[in-house]
């Protein structure tokens, strides 16, 4: 066990509607990433925040946010969604801002299913 | 696009051989190089990383050899066991970096 809960496990919904994944990290973690993992793309990195503040993006769409809240919670939020944003969810958590620093621990992931 | 290109995609390895994975990054300023294990509905958990500094690591049965003129590093899984049976991804980040860049990851799957 990570230390790093995500919910919900698993969700479908239908095109054009919107969702929100949810991400408490490690006790202590500061930092929360997360990154979007889909068959034929490997992990990819969306967006950082460090202590309630963003600090990098990455191939984030826009219609995609997130933020992180006072309690360091994080939540990602999908909206108009189509068929393509079908993928895992992963939400991570580390200690340090910095990603050379240490180690991510990884949730078990959110999988998204659009229909 | 990928920052790091990882080979082979899948691989299929009997029990007792040696699985091999090859990383090839171009970005100079990277210099953290861990190795992430996933198993089937897990998320990725770290295996063993590496800086520049040093050629080689090894822990137990799994091994990083870095190649810093070539921009290459790889996982030496010796002595492969079903219980190694996952997706391995490697990644890279700087000291400018906030985030971890992964590899496409690679199915490894060990026959008894």
């Known amino acids: 066990d990570s230390g790093v809960t995500q919910t919900p496990k698993h969700l479908i919904t239908a095109t054009g509607q919107r969702v929100t994944l949810r991400c408490s990290p490690r006790?202590?973690?500061?930092?929360v990433y997360w990154y979007q993992q889909s068959l034929d793309q490997g992990l990819q990195f969306l967006i950082q925040?460090?202590?309630?503040?963003?600090?990098a993006k990455g191939n984030i769409l826009e219609r995609f946010s997130a933020q992180q809240f006072p309690d360091l919670h994080s939540e990602l939020n999908l909206s108009s969604l189509e068929l393509g944003d079908s993928a895992l969810y992963f939400c991570?958590?580390?200690?340090?801002?910095?990603?050379?620093?240490?180690?991510?621990?990884f949730g078990e992931g959110s999988r998204l299913t659009v229909l | 696009q990928q920052q790091v290109k990882q080979s082979p995609q899948s691989l299929i390895v009997q029990k007792g051989g040696i699985s091999i994975i090859n990383c090839a990054y171009e970005?100079?300023?990277?210099?953290?190089f861990p190795w992430y294990q996933q198993f089937p509905g897990k998320g990725p958990a770290l295996l063993i990383a590496?800086?520049?500094?040093?050629s080689e690591k090894k822990e137990g049965r799994f091994t990083i050899s870095f190649n810093k003129s070539a921009k290459q590093f790889s996982l030496h899984i010796m002595d492969s066991q079903p219980g190694d049976s996952a997706t391995y991804f490697c990644?890279?980040?700087?000291?400018?970096?906030?985030?971890?860049?992964f590899g496409a990851g690679t199915t490894v799957t060990v026959r008894a």
């Open positions: 590496i800086r520049p500094d040093v």
């Open positions: 925040y460090y202590n309630g503040e963003e600090r």
């Open positions: 970005n100079t300023a990277f210099d953290y």
């Open positions: 990644a890279a980040s700087s000291s400018n970096d906030y985030k971890l860049s």
């Open positions: 006790s202590g973690d500061l930092s």
């Open positions: 991570a958590s580390s200690a340090s801002s910095w990603g050379n620093t240490g180690e991510l621990f």
